[in-house]
């Protein structure tokens, strides 16, 4: 998947290639959104990006500055230019700065699929080169151990060039890699300790260091093959000649490793494990399902967390699933008032009170997946973090927290993992209208009215419904319908085996009978042809 940076001064423009980009095409995820060339640069500080798709004319830094910029500062981002006719000549002089490509202006969505798709022609070219060794002789000096660790990061990596040329040294020395059945096994520090005792970022990256270490002796002594990711986790290949030889020797393994093998007792190792596989070729999806797995640590579960525990909690996977992608939408376009909103059903996956340990994982969950998928650079996290865990002295003292508080923490935390650069100054009018939107998406469940929003901002409600009309659009019956809609869609995705009034209770709908007639008012079909047309015709999961 490569980031993708829509940089324009045009509101309808970044939201249209911000919302269609990825269905278009599906290799490139749009990670950051800018509204000229100064924020672009400020985002491409903290965060990393593939490809930047920018307009040439804009205020305060225009398009060319821009590639002029990315050219000597980042030189691997490819840039296109968004132009038009009359400035296809102004365009042209960016070809010194190594612009990749142009849409001119009006361009239709056949042009941005080719222009893409030749980008990640090259772009694939540059990875496979990165990724391939010259020759064999690069692992000519690997000991047997070293080449077979290779070989499993090759295959997590998906790098099949260094697969096939690995295999067939493991081949020519008389090794095998794995028997049997076989699993991939993963190890992490639980955050939720080290947050606790308030460690730094470089503390924690020092003990999964160590925990590496600590395993990389275990699997030497016991001739296990290990690696580890991307992320820090550490990662055992075990093999056994049946499925529950493998069971046991999984448990075995991380008791022996989390107990007499690691010296810090308050620190907890959490670890899960894939499904098991016949075939060297199908241990990535050992690794994937393993990783998937791990998110589980969510829960008060004692690991090492089995495959068929993870199936059997798909439902809540797929709404931690749909609401953290919703909250990165909101993130990368800015917008505050949904945000507010998501977050209280991001809170809504909490099993029973909000207590210490459940807000440190959840939150620790979040800010580490808007990092990964935005791309953010580790340095700019650490504010985040610092938000994060700040308050943990007064949560120690309290057995739960309140929802309204914990809300506001984790709206703070997202403010710090973007640099305070949330919220700008703003006029007068319109802060009383994002109070509103603010206050409707928050209360949005209960029965409110005009006139109730309009005394809660101590304003007229003929004044705040001009606003409404003025700076959204228009007027505040259709505004509360459309968040009550999306909500209501949210839901369904997130969970379609829901009760139909259940969804209405939480919408803000005093019965099943009028939701469903505002529904497909509003979507042009009910909430059960929704379901289906979602879940039923091969555009969603059908198991669920």
Known sequence: MYHVLIVDDEQLMRQYLGDNLSALCPDFCVTGIACDGIAAVELMKKQSFDVVITDIKMPEMDGLNLAKYIFESEKHTKVIIISGYSEFEYARLALKYGVSDYLLKPFSDKSIQDTLAKIKVVLDLEVSREQVPVSSSSYQDYSDTELKSALLTSIIAGNQGSVHLLYTLLISRGLTFITGYSVLMLLCIDDLYLLLQEKTISDQSSYRFELNQECQSYCYLHAYTMAYDNLGNTIILLNADSEEELVATVNTVYHEISGSCWPYEKIKI?????CIVTDMMTLASSYTSAAEALTLTLKEVASPISPNYYISQRQFMNELTTICD??????????ISKINSDLYLYLMLFQNDINIAAFLKFGTYLVRYLAKKCNIKADYT????KELTKNIDRWICTSHQDREDTHSILMNV???????????????????????????????????????????????????SDLFHKYIGEPYTKFITRIRMEQAALLI?????????????????????HFN???????????????????NTGKGDTSR
């Open 382 to 385: 650490v504010s985040a973090f």
């Open 270 to 274: 959490s670890a899960s494990y894939g």
């Open 414 to 464: 997202l403010k710090a993992l973007d640099h305070d650069e949330f919220f700008i100054i703003v006029p007068e009018t319109t802060q009383i209208v994002e109070s509103a939107k603010e206050y409707i998406c928050t209360h949005y469940r209960e029965q409110i009215s005009l006139a109730q929003v309009a005394d809660y901002l101590n304003v007229n409600p003929s004044y705040l």
């Open 326 to 335: 919703a909250l990165y939408s909101d993130y990368i376009s800015k917008n």
């Open 517 to 535: 007639s505002v529904f497909k008012k509003f979507y042009g079909m009910t909430p059960t042809e929704f379901i289906n047309q979602n879940f």
């Open 493 to 513: 995705r997130s969970n379609p085996n829901e009760k139909i009034y259940n969804i209405a209770e939480k919408t803000g709908f005093v019965s099943a009978k």
